[in-house]
């Protein structure tokens, strides 16, 4: 399910100080990343058997290479999944979400939008 209008779609920013940003935040940089884009993952547990949430934040170069570390990242809306073990995470908006899960990822994701809009490029 997209998290819409929490303000960090469109922001543009350094690779090097959107990753310590995100760690200091507890969002992980995936190991899946290539030249042009980049995956940060929140996990969230759950009380239910087998089920664990993750608010994940992309973007993608608009300039630079991720692989060097000197890539400009735009980042776009955040998303947030549940994985059904050991099948994978679902992203889709038929799934249920329960509120009090919606309402910690959006904060979660705002106040990322405040520390990245510091670090903003023109």
Do not use: C
């Not at 995956?39 to 087998?50: F, G, I, L, R």
């Not at 300039?63 to 994978?88: C, F, M, S, W």
């Not at 979400?97 to 309402?103: C, R």
């Amino acid at each position: 399910m997209k998290l819409e209008g929490t303000g960090i779609e469109g922001l543009v920013v350094d690779l090097q100080p959107l990753t310590q940003i995100m760690e200091n935040n507890g969002f992980i940089l995936g190991g899946s990343w290539d030249y042009e884009r980049v995956t940060y993952d929140y996990k969230v547990s759950a009380p239910e058997k087998n089920i664990t949430y993750y608010i994940r934040i992309q973007g993608y170069a608009v300039e630079g290479d991720v692989d060097r570390g000197n890539a400009v990242i735009q980042l776009v809306t955040p998303i947030l999944g549940k994985h059904y073990y050991p099948h994978g995470v679902e992203y889709g908006e038929q799934e249920d979400f329960p509120a009090n899960l919606m309402e910690r990822a959006t904060n979660a994701v705002e106040k990322l939008k405040d520390a990245v809009a510091q670090y903003q490029n023109s």
